[in-house]
């Protein structure tokens, strides 16, 4: 299996944006609508960021520190988006060491983070990821069906295990989205992980039902929150380790490029 991971200027995107997923729906509607991108200097709000004293915490940030030069975000990008970034997923190189940056907020249940995981990511993987130019970093954000939630929860618990476990379901929750409810979403992932990777999938299900690494699923929600999210996918988009601009929605690869200074 190939494993893929994942308001730009007005003046780019004026024609034919997707918007991102709207509201908390639960099993039944994600209620999207039309929308543009938008330019963001100053993302406002205050940074919320959950406590880091307890025993989900410490685990994440040991995780964190042992692998920081492989597969866990580390950078001091000064943007709320970035609040906490250490011991984040990412892919291409280490974020801070390429020439852009870009922050994911995406919700595993959500329409169009599948569509632009589907449409867009493999150029952005293949042309500015792969080659170095760019970092890609996920971080999760609830914001369209319920069963979301303890799909995220799941995603933090195999974080922890590993990174290609992580990727690997990651890819099979927007694959195979239309197929999960809030009653099969734990037990699909049991069978996915059980199946196609190496991790403890019972202990993955158990962690995720207890929540036990809910401090680092609150971390990326409340550095959603601070930066401004309102709809999921929403992309932070730095070069040279300064905040250029915010994209909103299933964009183009053309979108990401202009506003990185590409093409």
Not at 23 to 44: F, K, R, W
Not at 197 to 226: C, L, S
């Amino acid at each position: 299996m190939k494993l893929r991971r994942r308001a730009f200027l007005a003046s780019a995107v004026a024609a034919g944006a997707f918007a991102g997923c709207l509201g908390s729906g639960s099993s039944g509607s994600a209620g999207n609508s039309d929308g543009a991108a938008s330019e963001t200097g100053d993302a406002g709000g205050s940074n919320r960021q959950g406590s880091t004293t307890d025993a989900d915490s410490t685990t994440r940030n040991e995780s964190s520190e042992s692998r920081a030069a492989t597969g866990t975000a580390v950078s001091n990008l000064d943007h709320p988006a970035a609040t906490a970034l250490a011991g984040q997923p990412f892919r291409g190189p280490q974020p801070g060491t390429a020439g852009a940056t870009i922050i994911a907020f995406e919700d595993p249940s959500c329409h169009n983070c599948r569509r632009f995981n589907e449409n867009t990511f493999p150029e952005l993987e293949s042309k500015l990821i792969d080659p170095g130019k760019a970092s890609f970093v996920y971080r999760n954000f609830p914001h369209a069906f319920e069963w979301g939630k303890p799909a995220m929860q799941a995603l933090e618990a195999t974080f922890t295990r590993g990174e290609q476990p992580f990727w690997a379901l990651e890819h099979h929750y927007f694959a195979t989205q239309d197929e999960f409810t809030d009653e099969n979403v734990l037990d699909r992932t049991r069978q996915f992980l059980a199946a196609e990777t190496e991790v403890d999938a019972a202990a993955v299900v158990a962690d995720a039902e207890a929540k036990k690494f809910d401090t680092a699923f609150q971390r990326d929600a409340d550095a959603g929150d601070a930066a401004g999210v309102v709809s999921t996918p929403t992309f932070y988009l730095f070069r040279e380790g300064q905040f250029l601009t915010e994209i909103r929605g299933a964009q183009s690869y053309q979108v990401f490029a202009q506003a990185l200074g590409g093409k």
